[in-house]
């Protein structure tokens, strides 16, 4: 059963930064888009970036724009989300998501009920 792993969670304070993992064990994750979700205390599960195979397509919900970058590596079939100028805003656990269906774009937010999803990883700010 492939499974999606995140990693790279802590806790830091207003202003600093982070850097998230998403790796797969039983599949490799280089032929697909990779979506990263998050869901802060009492809501909803949010799109948040996503990448397509190639990692050319990019989106980011508005709320991130300019603080957060999605990227990957696919010779060590690891995306990343690079996270930065947090605020309190930001503190939920993040998760991975492959969407076996898509590779050339990237869905973001989307939800279709074929995803791998990991378990996430706790990012918490706070001074």
């Known amino acids: 059963q492939p499974q999606v792993v995140e990693s790279g969670g802590g806790s830091v304070q207003p202003g600093g930064s982070l850097r998230l993992s998403c790796t797969a064990s039983?599949?490799?994750?280089?032929?697909?888009?990779i979506g990263w979700f998050r869901q802060a205390p009492g809501k909803e599960r949010e799109g948040v970036s996503c990448?397509?195979?190639?990692?050319?397509?990019?989106e980011h919900v508005d709320s991130v724009k300019g603080r957060f970058t999605i990227s990957r590596d696919n010779a060590k079939d690891t995306i990343y989300l690079h996270m930065a100028s947090l605020n309190a805003g930001v503190t939920a656990v993040y998760f991975c998501?492959?969407?076996?269906?898509?590779?050339?774009?990237?869905?973001?937010?989307?939800?279709?009920?074929?995803?791998?999803w990991g378990r996430g990883t706790e990012v918490t700010v706070s001074s």
């Open positions: 039983g599949a490799t994750l280089d032929a697909i888009a």
């Open positions: 990448i397509s195979r190639s990692g050319e397509v990019t």
């Open positions: 998501a492959a969407y076996v269906h898509y590779s050339a774009r990237c869905p973001l937010g989307g939800l279709y009920g074929t995803e791998i």
